[in-house]
Structure formats: structure tokens, C-alpha cells
Nanobody, 126 residues
């Protein structure tokens, strides 16, 4: 059973940076595409970024392009989300998810993912 744990969240000022980690245990991540999602209070969960199994392709939500970078280290069984130039509207709980079918629809389809982490809170506020 694959388990995912997100870390790295916190509170930063606008323009600041955070690096989120999604660590897997139980099963190697090699066979999974990994997506990062976020959910703000009262809003639907939305896809932020996705990386294919061997990091051949990455996909980003339009609003985070140029600011966020998704990467993976299969040797460490970990996927990262580097977030720069953070804005108040980036405030949300960030979750990672693993899917065996790849980044379907740019990685935005929630139902294509098999496993989910519990999330880590990111707050951008002055």
C-alpha cells in the first residue's frame, strides 16, 4: 500500500518561497505520475502541477507557470514542489497524489489518482 506524506508547508509573506515535499513509503514511486493539488476553504480542489513517471513531462496550472516547479527524485522516493513568488491567492492546503495512468488531462483529473496524502497548509500573508 502506497502512503504519501507532504511536508514543507508554512506561512510566508507575499513574494516568498516554500518547497513542498511528497515522500512515499510502502511502494516505489517509479511507476506513478505525481500530481500536486490544492484546496482553499470553500473552494474545489484544483490541480497545480503534475510530473510523469520518469520526469519526461511536467504540467502546470496557468496561474502558477513560471513560479512553481515540480520535480522528482525516484532514488529518494520523493517529489518536490518549489514555489516562488508566492501570492495570497496561493493560500491553501496542498496535497500530493499518485496515479498509475500518468498526467491525464494535464494531471488535473482527481479521479485518475489512486493514492492521496493528507496535505500540508500553505499560507501567504503579510
Amino acid at each position: 500500500q502506497l502512503q504519501l506524506v507532504e511536508t514543507g508547508g508554512g506561512t510566508v509573506q507575499p513574494g516568498g518561497s516554500l518547497r513542498l515535499s511528497c515522500a512515499a513509503s510502502g511502494v516505489t514511486l517509479d511507476n506513478y505520475a505525481i500530481g500536486w493539488f490544492r484546496q482553499a476553504p470553500g473552494k474545489e480542489r484544483e490541480g497545480v502541477a503534475c510530473i510523469t513517471k520518469r520526469a519526461g513531462s511536467t504540467y502546470y496550472r496557468e496561474s502558477v507557470k513560471g513560479r512553481f516547479t515540480i520535480s522528482r527524485d525516484n532514488a529518494k522516493n520523493t517529489v518536490y514542489l518549489q514555489m516562488n513568488s508566492l501570492k495570497p491567492e496561493d493560500t491553501a492546503v496542498y496535497l500530493c497524489a499518485a496515479g498509475s495512468k500518468g498526467c491525464v488531462g494535464g494531471g488535473t483529473k482527481l479521479y485518475e489518482y489512486d493514492y492521496w496524502g493528507q496535505g500540508t497548509q500553505v499560507t501567504v500573508s503579510s
